[in-house]
């Protein structure tokens, strides 16, 4: 069957009114995966024995005319950093080439009684680190949108499945903007939720300060479909808390909007920065107060802290891979301490390599007052910022990237370059707030991200503006 332009509400639909069963469907994304993903290489491991039996179950869930829940039969895909029992997991990297989930993600395990079907495991940069999905293990994914330019990273297995159809929505994780800027590239929407709303029981961590898990869908609705059905505490995540997002009778007419001032100058492609301005105005034109506010420790500091936070904590988390409890072991090693060394070294790809240096570099004795000590130091001005903004607005709105997808290849010698792509995402996951990442406009094939940023927990009006933006962009 054709896969196209499909939604979670359009599955329901269909399911119910028996257009289609959860199987034709699922049967219709694999074929269309061996088709095309060929090409684009969103898809590392396929799940197909399980998806086709969850299908199935779905089916005779309907058959015997039992309730089903919106995402019963709706095929997905998961990132994979994210553990699917049973199932290879790599976080694209060769050091876990062979690894096998021991158990369920608990987002996982929430999709799977919800009856989603999981279609497989994406393509990702080497342990979440990278704005590309170059400095993935096993290649590169391309961008649904323009075959010769990336999807965005780290996420961008999972956003490419959703861009090219196959999959309806899908799991990233977000660390420093690997939702946000991929969803941004891939002309979908990418919700980062605010820290501690979703457990990450079951991902494989790069910074656990830093780290979450959200959607990235077609539109809105999917994108709240999803979370709604992953957020809350989890016992095996003493990061997780109860979800008490606020829903309020929002209206764009009592709607202020804090534009940091800091954001609209400089390096900003005029187009990104042409389309920003533009959804600015139809917000403005719908009723919606635009107020000007200063964000100034994000701008100038917030890569910089994030590029020494960010590394040291995966410094110490990657510590774990040492060629005997997980994944690749060198087979020559005289010795244990050359087991360790040797599987490291030819285990992890250099970006990654690159980080853990870094960071154990900033953590050591003599070095940690001055670089650790104080890029956490800095993290607070940060969120200090933003607390001062949200007291005058009740979102913030910025570009997601400053720059439309760049071609494969063009910054992967300049890593420099590479981390500025991430110039607006990264403060969000050092304040922990949520952001989102929606459509704008477009310019020929790709559309531009429009971010907006919420305070902690209050997902719920982030999303119920975004629905608004969806119909007046
Ligand atoms: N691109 C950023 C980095 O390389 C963010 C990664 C992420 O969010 N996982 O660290």
């Known amino acids: 069957m054709e896969v196209k332009n499909l939604t979670i509400s359009k599955v329901h639909q269909g399911l119910i009114n028996k257009e289609f069963s959860a199987f034709e469907l699922a049967q219709g994304f694999f ?34 005319k039992e309730e089903i829940s919106l995402l019963a039969g709706v095929p997905c895909a ?42 497989g495991k994406t ?103 999803v979370f709604n059905a992953i957020k809350g505490r989890d016992k095996m995540d003493s990061t997780s808390v109860d979800f008490l997002g606020r829903n309020e009778d929002l209206e764009l007419k009592d709607l202020v909007i804090g534009l940091p001032k800091e954001y609209f100058i400089k390096g900003v492609d005029r187009e990104v920065d042409k389309i920003i301005k533009e959804s600015i105005k139809k917000f403005e034109n719908q009723g919606a107060k635009i107020e000007e506010i200063s964000l100034p420790n994000c701008t100038d500091y917030s890569l910089a802290a994030y590029y020494i936070i960010m590394p040291s904590e995966a410094s110490s988390n990657l510590a774990r891979y040492d060629g005997i409890k997980y994944g690749f072991s060198v087979k020559d090693a005289k010795d244990l301490m050359e087991t360790y060394f040797n599987s490291r070294e030819q285990g992890f790809g250099e970006e990654v390599r690159r980080r853990i240096m870094l960071g154990a570099f900033a953590l050591s004795s ?54 500025l792509s991430d110039i607006f995402v990264t403060a969000v996951n050092l304040a922990g707030l949520p952001g989102i990442s929606l459509p704008a406009g477009s310019i020929g094939n790709f559309s531009v991200g429009l971010h907006l940023i919420g305070k902690p927990f209050e997902e719920k009006n982030l999303l119920k503006i975004g629905k608004i933006f969806e119909k007046i962009r």
């Not at 074929?31 to 779905?58: C, G, H, R």
């Open 31 to 64: 074929e269309k995966i061996q088709l095309k993903d060929p090409e684009i290489f969103s898809y590392l491991t396929l799940n197909k024995e399980q998806a086709l039996s969850q299908a199935k179950e779905v089916d005779e869930m309907i058959a015997k």
């Open 78 to 119: 998961v990132k994979d950093n994210i553990l699917l029992k049973d199932l290879r997991c790599t976080a694209g990297s060769k050091i876990l080439e062979n690894y096998i989930a021991p158990y369920d993600a608990t987002v996982v395990e929430k999709l799977k009684k919800e009856k989603a079907v999981i279609l």
């Open 123 to 225: 393509n990702m940069d080497e342990f979440a680190m990278g704005s590309s999905n170059e400095y993935s293990a096993f290649g590169v994914t391309k961008n649904p949108l323009d075959l010769e330019r990336v999807p965005g990273g780290s996420s961008g297995g999972s956003a490419a499945a959703v861009a090219g159809d196959l999959a309806i929505f899908s799991l990233g994780s977000d660390t420093g903007g690997s939702i946000r800027q991929p969803a941004s590239f891939c002309g979908i929407v990418g919700l980062k939720p605010t820290y501690g709303a979703v457990s990450r029981y079951g991902l494989i961590a790069m910074a656990s300060s830093l780290d979450q898990i959200g959607p990235l869908a077609k539109n809105i609705e999917d994108v709240e479909t």
């Open 366 to 419: 003599g070095y940690y007052d001055a670089y650790y000590l104080r890029a956490q130091k800095v993290r607070t001005l940060i969120r200090e910022d933003f607390q001062k903004a949200f007291k005058k607005v009740k979102i913030i709105l910025t570009p997601t990237a400053p720059t439309l997808p760049f071609k494969i290849g063009e910054k992967t010698k300049d890593p420099l370059s590479m981390y």
